[in-house]
Structure formats: C-alpha cells, structure tokens
C-alpha cells in the first residue's frame, strides 16, 4: 500500500460510513452532523481525482453553505429543548430489500461493465486555468442561465421565509 | 487474484453505495428535512461519477466544470426546498412528510 | 472568432435575452409600488409579446446550434416557443381575472418573475442539445414552479402541495442526474450528437446504458407526470392556485415532452441513413437491442389507464383535471412509440390542441370557483342554467378532452391512432380507444351536473364581466374551430418535425 491508497481508503471509509450514520442515525442532529463529514469525505475524494478546485468548491459551497441551511432547518423546525428529535421511519422492511437490491444491481454493474478508460497521461498540477477557461466559452450559455437560476432561487426563498 | 490498485471501480463502488444511501433515505424517511439529506447525497453520488469519469477517461476538465454546475443547483434547490419546510413548518408545526396530507381524495 | 461565435449566438437568442430582461425589469420595476398593482403583469405580458415577435423572426433561421453545441434553433423547438408563450399569456390573463389571486394579500412581482422564469426554463428545455444545459433548464423550470405552488404561503393546501412537488422533484432530478452520470461514463460526452456517435460506432454494456436511460426516465416522466412518477401530481394540483395549476398542466408538460422526444430520438439515433418503409414514412432508427418504444409503450398506455381509471372517482373538479391530464399525458405517450415523423406530428397536434381545450377547462374552473365558491362537482348541479355561457363552454372543452367528433380533441386524437395504425401497433390503438371511453364517463358527468339537474335553492342568473367572456370565447372557439379547420395546424406540426441533427 502506498500514500495514495492509504489516503484513498480513509476517505472512502470516511464518505460511506458517515453516510450510512446519516441515513440510519435515529436522532436528525446527528445525521445532519454525519452528513458533514460525508461531504467532507467526498471533498478528499475529489482531491484524489486531480480535481483541486472541486474539492475546494464543495468544502464552500456543501460544508459551509448547505450544511448550515440544513443545519438551521434542523433547529427552526425541531423544538431542540425537547428530548424528542427522532425521526421515525417508514416502511423500512420492503424499501431496504428493494434499495439493497438497487445498489447490488449498480455496484456489480459499475465493477462489470467496461468504462472507456485510457491510460493516465501526466496531469496539470492544477485545473482552475482550464475551468475558468471552459466557463467562458463553451460552457458560457450554462454559466449565464445559472446565474439566472441562482436569482429565481434566492427570490424564491426570500418570499417564502419572509414576513409579510 | 483481484486487482488492489486503485481505478475508477473504485470511485464508481463508492459513488454507488452513496446513491444506495441516499435512496434509502429518501424512500424510507418521514421527516422533509431527512429527505433533502437524502437528495443531497444521490447528488454528491453523480458527482463522484462525473469526476472520476473524467479523469480516468482524459475527458479534458468537462467534467470539472458539470460538477461545478451540479453544486451551484444542489444549493439553488436546498435553499427553495428550506424555505419550503420552514413554510410548512409555520403552517402545521410538524415537518413529517406524512402527516401532512390535508390533500386526501 | 470565439467573439464572432457569441456574438451570432446571441443574435439567434433574442427570445430568451427577451424572457431574461423581463425577469429583471418586473423585480426591479415593483420596488417602486408600495400596493399591489398590476404592473408587473403588465410587463409580464409585454416581455412574452416580444418574446414571441422574436420568436416569428426567427421562422426562417436554417436549423442550427448556438452558444458551443448548447441549444439548437430549429422548426421544432420553433413550435415549442409558440405553444410556450401562448401558454404563458393566458395564464397572465387567468392571474388577472382569478379573485384566488385577486384577494391575496401577497405582492405579485415574484409571481410574474417567477412565471417568466419557467417559461424561459421551457424554452431552454425545449431546445438544449447537451445534457447539462437540459438538467440546468429542468431545474430552472422546476424551481420556479416549486415556489408558484406555494404561492399562498398562509395557506395549508398550497403550502403542502410546495413540500410535495418539491420533494418528489428534488428526488427525480437527483435520479435523472445520477443517469446523466452514467452516460457521461458510457459514451465521454454530454453532448446528444456525440453521444449518438458514440452510441452507433461502439459497442457499449446494454445494462448500464438501460439503467441510465430508466434513471432519466425519472426525470422526464416527472416533469409530463406519467405513470409511476405521478404521485405528485393531484395533490400539486388540488393544492396550488388556480393559474399555476393550468400553467403547470400545460407549460411544463409541453417542456417536458420537448426534452423528452429530442434527447431520445437525437442521442439514440444511429448514425445510419432513415430507412424508407412501403408507405414511404420515413422511419427513425433506433439503437439495435434497446427497445424503448416498447418501454414508453407501457408507460403510456399505464399512465392513460391509471388517470382516467381514477378519475372517475374524484368529486374535486381541480383534483378530476389533474388525473385527466395525466391521462392526456399518457395519449401523447402513446405517439411517441411511433417513432416517426407520423407520430412526432400527431403528437405535436395534440399538444397544440390540449393547449387550448386543457387551459379552457382550468379557466371555466376558476370562474366556478370565482363566481359559486366551490370545486366540487356535487355542489355544481344546474348552473348549466344559471350561467349558460360558462357551461357551454365548460361542454365544449370536456367534449373536446374527450375526443368527440367535430372538436379539436378529436383531431389530435384521430391523429395519434391513425399514425398507431398505419405503424402496425393496433392493440396500443385499441387501448387508447377503450379508454377514451372510460374518459367520456367523468367527462359526461360534470355536464350531467351542470345541465341534466335543475338547480335547487338560489337559480338566479350569475354573469361575468366582458372580460371573462371574451377570454372565454377565446378558449372554446379555437378548440371547436380546430376541430373543422384543423389543415393549418397539423401542416405547422408537420414542418416543426425537423429536429437538428436528426437524420
């Protein structure tokens, strides 16, 4: 085992486990807590795909910005005083054979099937020149509109939660 | 005699098992906050594939910038969806999923 | 020359530019108003106007794609835009005669951005070409109308049918994402065209690609609410205001087909030359092994069964519609196992025609509910004879969603099931057939409430202003009319067949 594996497996185990703590956790603070670290594990995860930037990105965007969104809509809308912050659930026999079936299904089918992988050529040390290239030219139209979808978001938003 | 080095397998079984998760959240919880949690997962999931589909098939840095795509949407739809429950939230003091169903036939 | 290529692109964009600006302008214009007004609708309407004079510009462009292989102008997202913006600008007119909306204490500048903004997600919907562009517009459309089902925030009915709509939605985009995944993975490319090389020169794992293609299919049958991603749909329907109902009814369903015909034809098209059959249709070639006409085969012909089925035991008018335009949804599915220029023709008739006879339909509901206070269909016996206008109209689009001869829905349909035929799918015209039958039952009986009983207690005459009748008229006439002069339309729906890159 080298570095890379090593550093591999941990965030692996990191990701998948504290997912597993987010979906089977009992309490809601605890699964929004867990899905903290999921995210982070997926942030190491891309940093092992040479994708700096990504990773970057998503600490921001997932660890600093949903996660607390979450993280409030767990406290506004649970009486945290109150012992009670379970969140029972439902019909968990038949949904666990049918989603255990799902992910057998994927996993044997990602591990089968044959990607179109080439062989690694050597990598830039960092990708941003490239993105902030491809964002202004051929992916300019999806930049444009995600502005658009960002406004209609925070309006949205902004007329939902405030008082009239 | 399997293969122990790290491949995109690898990062395709992981992003799998996230899916699984977040699927299993979303079918079989009631609360809407657990559920976007769930929703959140699945989307970091495609992200995992996007990612290392792109490096391990030197598909330039397209996939780089999909994803960055896919975080500026989970965000734009975490915040609706939050401001959603906190609406519901108002309305009926509860954010079970279930027992909100004043819409019966 | 990268400047020179955006530039051309913009040039070919007005309409959207258009959509976009107006969004922009009715925010920034109602800062100023410290009372509701209308302006903003009335900027709604003029942004859609010029939108759709930009649009008739745009008749005689040569198919192409803009902005790097993101969206294509072509004859068929040409038809898309029109039946868009219609759409649009009655359901600014149903906004302004609702009193739902009318005696609302909420400002109204978010509720016309906020239409604008879905019908700039259709537009985009209907003419992306790249995956990524296709979800961006998905997601714009869907969170849009996620926030105009929970218009009245105070109240419980809206505020759920939000929590429902936007539950199910984030989870059927989370899906059609992880499909979007998947095939980035098979064939390298988000781009349909390079995914429709990729498929015909490869041979890719047909597994992989069927669990992308049903992950997608999350996505899209969500968004035209077929069967089994349909759960949303009565209470999304029942729950929010009126207008949004009948926006989301015809707007985002037109946007989803859009998206839904162009990704599977142009990414799963082989490269081949279009066979020619005896008939001398032209005939789209599908990938050997994949079979997904027979996948939405079965799709349709459940979603059509399923909405009529349980439709015929609704007593809530808003709730009856919602299962009915499932059912419509599933009449359009069935044209699009026909893959051919036949079926995309018939099927962009009937979209055209639905657009009418659905939006009239929702627009006699809420004058009912402006007028008598109710929606349900018990409560509506004999006023028939107290506002004979409204009820005749009323007859006029459920005869029509119900395909009787001598209305426009009889045209669409005639359409639909003969190119069933001609293609040698008779039992699926069967189907269709039996259950427009079923449908004339739930159809018949709101009439038969409004018409065959004589109203009990108040039979005053109710009237409505010049206003409501006209918009009325304007609905029931087109819907009749199209019924007899239908050449127009369907020779549009011919020519909107060519999609770019399709061979």
Redo the contacts between chains.
């Keep these: 085992m080298n570095y890379?594996?090593i550093i591999?497996y941990v965030f692996?185990v990191l990701?998948?486990v504290s997912?597993?703590v987010?979906?089977f956790s009992r309490n809601?603070i605890y699964?929004?807590f867990a899905?903290l670290f999921?995210?982070t594990g997926?942030a190491g995860?891309?940093v092992?795909?040479?994708?700096d930037?990504?990773a970057i990105?998503?600490l921001l965007?997932?660890v600093g910005?949903?996660m607390i969104?979450?993280i409030?809509?767990?406290m506004?809308?649970?009486n945290v005083t109150n012992v009670e912050i379970t969140?029972?659930?439902?019909?968990?026999l038949p949904?666990?054979i049918?989603?255990?079936i799902?992910?057998a299904?994927?996993?044997s089918?990602?591990?089968?099937?044959?990607?179109?992988?080439?062989d690694?050529?050597s990598v830039e040390s960092t990708?941003i020149n490239?993105?902030g290239e491809?964002?202004l030219?051929?992916?300019?139209?999806?930049f444009e509109?995600?502005s658009?979808?960002?406004?209609?978001?925070?309006?949205?938003?902004?007329?939902?939660?405030r008082k009239? | 005699m399997p293969n122990?080095q790290?491949?995109?397998?690898?990062?395709?079984?992981?992003?799998?098992?996230?899916?699984?998760?977040?699927?299993?959240?979303v079918?079989?919880?009631?609360?809407a906050?657990?559920i976007?949690?769930?929703i959140?997962?699945i989307l970091?999931a495609a992200?995992?594939n996007f990612?290392?589909?792109?490096?391990?098939?030197?598909l330039?840095?397209?996939g780089?910038?999909i994803?960055?795509?896919v975080?500026?949407?989970?965000?734009?739809?975490?915040?609706?969806a939050?401001?959603?429950?906190?609406?519901i939230?108002n309305n009926f003091k509860t954010?079970?999923a279930?027992e909100i169903d004043n819409l019966k036939e | 020359m990268?400047t020179q290529q955006?530039l051309d692109?913009l040039s070919k964009f007005y309409p959207e530019t258009i959509l976009?600006v107006t969004?922009l302008v009715i925010?920034f214009v109602e800062l100023f108003f410290k009372k509701k007004t209308r302006v903003s609708g009335w900027i709604a309407m003029a942004g859609l106007a010029a939108a759709m004079l930009f649009t008739f510009l745009q008749v005689n462009i040569p198919a192409q794609t803009i902005?790097?292989q993101?969206?294509a102008v072509d004859p068929f997202s040409y038809f898309f835009k029109v039946l868009l913006i219609l759409s649009g600008f009655l359901i600014v007119l149903f906004t302004f005669l609702s009193d739902e909306i009318r005696s609302s204490?909420?400002k109204t500048q978010?509720y016309y951005?906020?239409l604008i903004?879905l019908t700039?997600g259709g537009f985009?919907m209907a003419s992306s070409v790249?995956l990524?562009?296709m979800y961006?517009?998905l997601?714009?459309s869907s969170?849009?109308s996620?926030?105009l089902a929970?218009y009245f925030?105070k109240s419980n009915r809206s505020s759920e049918a939000?929590l429902k709509y936007v539950i199910y939605g984030g989870v059927s985009s989370g899906l059609m994402l992880f499909g979007i995944s998947l095939i980035y993975?098979?064939c390298?490319s988000l781009d349909m065209f390079a995914i429709s090389a990729y498929l015909s020169a490869?041979p890719v794992?047909l597994?992989?690609l069927l669990?992308a293609i049903f992950l997608m299919l999350a996505g899209f049958g969500y968004k035209i609410s077929a069967v089994p991603f349909h759960f949303w749909t009565p209470d999304v329907y029942e729950g929010s205001p009126m207008p949004v109902t009948a926006l989301l009814s015809v707007s985002s369903k037109a946007a989803g087909f859009a998206m839904l015909i162009r990704f599977f034809l142009v990414a799963f098209q082989n490269a081949g030359h279009p066979t020619i059959t005896t008939e001398g249709l032209h005939q789209y070639i599908t990938l050997p092994g994949l079979h997904w006409p027979e996948v939405i085969a079965v799709i349709a012909v459940a979603t059509m069964t399923l909405g009529n089925v349980v439709a015929i035991w609704q007593d809530n008018l808003k709730r009856l519609l919602a299962y009915s335009s499932i059912a419509q949804a599933g009449y359009m599915l069935l044209a699009f196992v026909v893959v051919s220029p036949q079926g995309i023709s018939a099927m962009l008739t009937y979209l055209a025609v639905y657009l009418f006879m659905n939006l009239g339909a929702f627009f006699a509901a809420i004058l009912i509910s402006n007028k008598y206070k109710t929606e349900n269909i018990e409560e509506m016996k004999g006023i028939g004879y107290r506002s004979p206008l409204l009820c005749v109209s009323m007859a006029v689009f459920m005869l029509s969603l119900s395909g009787i001869p001598m209305t426009a829905g009889f045209i669409g349909k005639f359409y639909i099931f003969s190119a069933l035929i001609n293609n040698g799918y008779i039992w699926l015209a069967i189907i269709g057939l039996m259950n427009s039958v079923v449908s004339l039952y739930y159809y018949i009986k709101i009439l038969k409430n409004m018409f065959l009983i004589r109203p009990q207690g108040d039979t005053g005459a109710v009237s409505f202003g010049a206003g409501y009748s006209v918009l009325l008229l304007a609905l029931a006439i087109p819907t009749i009319v199209l019924g007899i002069f239908f050449g127009p339309l369907t020779k549009f729906a011919e020519y909107s067949v060519q999609i770019f890159g399709l061979k």
Excluded: C
Excluded at chain 1, 109 to 118: C, L
Excluded at chain 1, 149 to 160: E, N, P
Excluded at chain 2, 71 to 80: C, F, G, P, R, Y
């Design positions: 890379y594996e591999f692996a990701t998948v997912a597993g987010v979906v809601i699964s929004a899905l999921t995210f997926v995860i891309y092992l795909l040479n994708a930037f990504i990105t998503q965007i997932y910005g949903i969104l979450l409030f809509g767990v506004l809308t649970t969140t029972q659930t439902l019909k968990a949904a666990t049918v989603v255990a799902v992910s299904l994927l996993v089918t990602m591990v089968s099937t044959k990607w179109a992988v080439k690694p050529i990708t490239q993105i491809l964002l030219t051929k992916y300019l139209l999806p509109i995600a658009i979808v960002l406004l209609i978001a925070m309006m949205g938003a902004a007329f939902l939660a009239n | 122990f790290i491949g995109l397998t690898h990062f395709l079984v992981i992003s799998s098992l996230l899916f699984g998760l977040g699927l299993f959240a079918v079989t919880r009631r609360n906050i657990m976007l949690m769930g959140e997962l970091n992200n995992i990612i290392a589909f792109n490096k391990y098939g030197q330039g840095v397209d780089q910038v994803s960055i795509f975080i500026i949407l989970a965000a734009a739809e975490a915040v609706i939050l401001a959603i429950v906190l609406n939230y954010v079970n279930d | 990268l955006i692109g976009s969004i925010v902005f790097f993101m969206v204490e909420f978010e951005a906020l903004a700039l985009l790249n990524l562009m961006l517009a997601e714009l969170l849009s996620y926030v929970g925030k939000a993975g098979i390298g490869n794992n597994i992989t669990i």
